[in-house]
């Protein structure tokens, strides 16, 4: 994703991984559910990948489109500061 926003927006992004430890502890409001939800896609990622099914969901909304689609349609919608 760091890569097709660079590509995207014509200025560097990086990944910044985060614990979800770390992210529950920021304090704003939500940082404990999202941190949790981070863990639990850390501890269960084959579970949480082996639901989602690409073609089925084309199925259900053939207008889909993959990241790097999104981003040609929607780069200059991203504030950049």
Same mark, same amino acid.
């Given at each position: 994703?760091?890569?097709?926003?660079?590509k995207a927006l014509g200025e560097e992004v990086?990944?910044?991984s985060v614990s979800p430890d770390l992210y529950r502890s920021?304090?704003?409001?939500?940082?404990? $559910?999202?941190?949790n939800m981070f863990q639990f896609y850390h501890?269960? $990622? $084959?579970?949480?990948v082996s639901t989602r099914h690409v073609p089925y969901s084309r199925q259900?909304?053939?207008?889909?489109q993959d990241f790097d689609t999104w981003?040609?349609?929607?780069?200059?919608?991203?504030p950049i500061e």
């Open positions: 994703m760091a890569a097709s926003l660079t990086r990944y910044n920021f304090g704003f409001p939500g940082a404990d $559910e999202l941190g501890d269960f $990622e $084959e579970v949480c259900l909304d053939p207008a889909l981003l040609k349609h929607n780069a200059k919608k991203i």
